[in-house]
């Protein structure tokens, strides 16, 4: 198990003492002894270096990056287990990814693996200022192999928190659970925490006088691409006295991107990954410029990747935090590239869609859906479900989407029941506000 010991040498991030020229003469090293491990171990890589004719070699440094091919998400699930660089046996944890965008697929992690993963959170709660003497809260699966739920849990082991296994759902569990056990620090999907507010209202429970101080909010973006705090955190922030804090992390990059308490996008982690914003055709953009968010794994042993692209599109933050720490940062994500809706002429991320429809109180909740015509246009639908049944205000919605947009979708009522059976559709393990039949 994680004794705390893993590359503590190496703790950049938290300890702020590594100089940027520090940071990638570590990162040159590091990548030339990933990409040998690849040429013995990976079947997949292997592959391409041979059809790509590329010397390993050849490539020194980060910058000597754009001379290889890059991986996409239809590579990785196409030949899903040739990624794996180590005997099937020595898999100690199975994750998967939650399928949003197509079938899962499968990361095996070895010992080695899960203590680096554990690491990656140890670094993010210490990143967010969170200390041994917290209790840490963990509002989310820790089955159906979520990658997260086990990494901030073995996070918190390495910080030697309190933990708390609260799992997901059940407002009035998690609120008795709050009152018994006073946690100090909460990790949940924000738009769970905002229906958790609106629960506490109803029920007069005051959250202030909670001993809720810090919340580390997943999955979802509670800032915008400008990193103040779009619909969904202010909502959160106005109606509870806490610090909210941003991640980005995906189950394939075993790491995640924290915020510290600056609240200036997540910090870059430079000891567990190489990271690149890349334009179409795949060549790095400097800093402030949105691209695809492009990522190579340092320290991992089972399924390593090489300049794979997440499909989420951000931009890095070059200029030194305010906290101290050297690394670089990122703005949240503002959309997914194969999200992109076009619909009447204009383009749009669902996410931009979704801070729309989180300011507007009277919605319970929503599914937004694009279909695709016999033209190739793209047609959107939004489905809503209000909160009370005498609340269902069209033109405020209507007039909201209007201006903002400048174009406006479809507009369907459901009940909460049948919005909460699209979300969920195909078993799916999240929450999906989103539903793409293109
Ligand atoms: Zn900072």
């Known amino acids: 198990m994680c004794d705390g010991s893993y590359r503590k040498d190496l703790i950049m991030n938290t ?112 990143t967010a200022g969170i200390t041994s003497l917290d209790t840490i809260h963990l509002m989310l699966s820790l089955d159906r192999q979520f990658m997260a739920g086990i990494a901030y849990f073995l996070g918190a082991r390495m910080l030697g928190a309190g933990i708390i296994r609260g799992g997901p759902g059940n407002f009035a569990m998690q609120l008795e659970t709050i009152s018994r056990l006073q946690p100090t620090v909460l990790v949940a999907v924000p738009s769970f925490i905002m229906s958790l507010v609106t629960y506490a209202k109803d029920k007069n429970i005051d959250l202030n006088s909670t001993s809720v101080r810090k919340i580390i909010c997943i999955g979802e ?23 909210l804090f941003s991640t980005y992390a995906s189950t394939e990059q075993q790491t995640a991107f924290t915020e510290c308490q600056c609240g200036n996008g997540g910090h870059h982690q430079p000891e567990l990954l190489i990271l690149e914003i890349l334009d179409e055709a795949n060549m790095p953009l400097p800093a402030g410029e949105f691209g695809e968010l492009t990522i190579t794994t340092l320290g991992v042993e089972g399924m390593p990747l090489l300049r794979y692209k997440t499909g989420d599109v951000c931009a890095y933050i070059n200029e030194p935090c305010k906290c101290g720490r050297t690394t670089m940062r990122i703005t949240p994500i503002i959309g997914r590239k194969k999200q992109l809706i076009k619909f009447k002429g204009t383009t749009l991320y669902p996410q931009s869609l979704f801070n729309i429809l989180n300011t507007i109180e009277s919605i319970e909740d929503y599914v937004i859906e694009v279909t695709q015509n016999d033209l190739g246009l793209d047609n959107l639908t939004i489905h809503i479900a209000f909160k009370l049944e005498n609340e269902r205000d069209f033109s405020q919605i209507g007039q909201l989407l209007q201006s903002a947009l400048r174009v406006l979708p479809a507009i369907k009522i459901l009940s909460l029941a049948d919005i909460h059976k699209m979300q969920l559709g195909d078993g799916k393990r999240k929450v999906n506000r989103f539903i793409d039949f293109r």
Not at 73 to 91: R, T
Not at 221 to 243: C, M, P, Q, S, Y
Request: aromatic share 8%; net charge negative; glycine share 2%.
């Open 15 to 126: 300890a702020k003492e590594k100089s940027r020229e520090e940071i990638m003469v570590f990162q040159d090293v590091e990548l030339q002894k990933l990409l040998h491990y690849l040429n013995n171990n990976s079947p997949y890589y292997k592959n391409q270096f041979a059809i790509n004719k590329i010397a390993v070699d050849k490539i020194k440094t980060v910058a000597d990056l754009t001379l290889l091919p890059v991986t996409t998400k239809d590579d990785l699930h196409a030949h899903n287990w040739d990624f794996l660089c180590i005997p099937k046996k020595e898999i100690v944890e199975f994750c998967s990814t939650s399928g949003t965008l197509g079938n899962p697929v499968t990361i095996g992690l070895s010992e080695k693996d899960l203590q680096r993963l554990a690491f990656n959170e140890y670094n993010s709660f210490v």
């Open 221 to 243: 973006n509670i800032r915008d691409e400008h990193l103040k705090l779009n619909a969904l955190g202010e909502r959160i922030a106005n109606n509870w006295n806490v610090t």
